[in-house]
């Protein structure tokens, strides 16, 4: 049912949009292009930071927009944002509700990231930025973007997937060849034979490669980028770690190569927009929800294992999606739940059922794969898989920094600058929505985007 559903509601858009398609080709530029790239992590903080190296983003700001910062979407993890980010829409309606669900058919967890299950056809229920400008006869590339595996709008693709063989079967097969015959080692850099995907560092460095020759041999109106070392970094020594600032560092640099690539093969022609996922907050605390559940009698354990329940817990790191198993007794138990958490330390709010809508996440009638109850930590505190135990933060110290957290707590935001063909040269903008990314894309290749909840940021467009 959710493949046929979401390929309905596919084909509708596209027919809608197709209809729009004769009256703008015309008016569409084919020799120009529109290149967002995201820095995974990439707190708005960072802008105003003078231990952040970031001269090549800092020039790109001054030559064009930027916004103080952008507030995403909740809850405030990768795949569910760089989702809103192409559709411009929230969770509750593109369906990308976090990093990984509970599937309540199949009555298992389900990963996302680094996804090697699903299509994005299957997962992702509305039309893409990248879906819109191809039935308007545009070229559209992906490296490593997430939630694009198998998408049949894209042109010139690399997607974000953690084994060699995905990689192989799903990377545009020519892009593939140009890549050994250029001496770019896409398979052996970042997929040895062992299968799994090598350091995001080394994987961005490569994908670099990858973009530029897309952008200097095909030429496509439409690219996406996702560099994703300066979250893995963060995770792992915490943000503003002098760490941290090196991933920066290098991830500028790489913003910077694909910049002067766009300026050499579209000359006056080109736009760029930066932009991240999410902010990140440091971590020193662990909250282990299934622990408390065990304590309130909603599940049991046996060692280490949970062995039966009512509940089932996802963690989304600095926010926890809870899933009521007992469709019979759902109020009752969410009664149970919200009673178990009110004061169990480190937890900032418990959004119920209802609530779910306020927070961009679709209520579980419209979609299973939403939770029942969404539970956000305060900054400062993630949350724990085990059941087993209260095992303490530091006997799991290999995680310093987080984010998941309600989008709404100033560190999380994010970050956007565009500049180039079409943006007002020193325009600057309040705290902003990712939902007006792609509509705002939209409108620099002067295409329609009407599944869009977002509008253009109209300030910043010449």
Not at 25 to 38: C, E, N, Y
């Amino acid at each position: 049912f959710k493949l046929c559903f979401s390929t309905f509601t596919l084909l509708v858009a596209w027919s809608f949009s197709a209809n729009l398609s004769a009256a703008t080709a015309a008016q569409t530029d084919a020799d120009r292009i529109v290149v967002m790239i995201s820095v995974d992590g990439l707190a708005a903080y960072y802008f105003d930071d003078p231990k952040a190296e970031m001269p090549n983003i800092r020039a790109l700001a001054a030559d064009g927009a930027r916004a103080k910062s952008m507030k995403a979407s909740d809850p405030t993890v990768t795949w569910p944002n760089h989702t809103t980010l192409v559709t411009g829409v929230t969770p509750a309606r593109h369906g990308v509700v976090g990093n990984n669900y509970y599937d309540r058919a199949q009555q298992k967890r389900i990963t996302l990231i680094l996804d090697p299950t699903y299509d994005k056809d299957e997962i992702v229920k509305v039309p893409t930025i990248y879906d819109i400008a191809k039935s308007n006869g545009l070229t559209t590339a992906s490296v490593n973007w997430p939630a694009t595996r198998n998408a049949q709008a894209l042109d010139w693709t690399v997607p974000e997937v953690r084994y060699r063989a995905l990689m192989q079967k799903y990377t545009t097969p020519s892009l593939l060849k140009e890549c050994e015959q250029n001496g770019i080692a896409l398979l052996d850099e970042i997929y040895p034979p062992s299968g799994k995907r090598q350091s995001d560092e080394k994987a961005d460095a490569v994908y670099m490669q990858i973009l530029n020759l897309v952008i200097a041999r095909h030429r496509p109106q439409l690219a996406l980028y996702h560099i994703g070392n300066v979250d893995h970094t963060q995770h792992a020594t915490g943000p503003r770690s002098p760490e941290s600032y090196e991933a920066l560092k290098i991830a500028d640099a790489q913003v910077g190569e694909i910049w002067r690539e766009m300026q050499r093969s579209f000359p006056g022609k080109a736009t760029l927009l930066i932009v991240s996922d999410h902010g990140f907050s440091p971590i020193n605390h662990m909250i282990l929800p299934n622990v408390v559940l065990r304590q309130a009698g909603l599940i049991k354990v046996d060692g280490k294992k949970i062995v039966s329940g009512s509940v089932q817990t996802v963690p989304q790191a600095g926010s926890a999606m809870l899933y009521v198993t007992d469709d019979k007794n759902r109020a009752e138990i969410i009664g149970k739940i919200e009673k178990a958490f009110r004061h169990a330390p480190g937890i900032s709010k418990i959004v119920g059922t209802d609530q779910l809508k306020k927070y961009g996440m679709a209520n579980p009638k419209d979609d299973p794969n939403s939770p029942d109850v969404m539970l956000f930590a305060k900054e400062g505190y993630t949350f724990g898989d085990t059941a087993a135990g209260d095992l303490t933060f530091e006997e799991k110290p290999e995680r310093q920094g987080t984010h998941g957290h309600e989008a709404s707590l100033p560190d999380l935001h994010a970050t956007f600058v565009a500049w180039g063909e079409g943006i007002k040269p020193g325009a600057r903008l309040g705290e902003i929505s990712n939902l007006d990314v792609a509509p705002t894309i939209a409108k620099l290749l002067n295409i329609s985007f009407p599944s869009a909840d977002g509008k253009p940021l109209e300030k910043i467009l010449k």
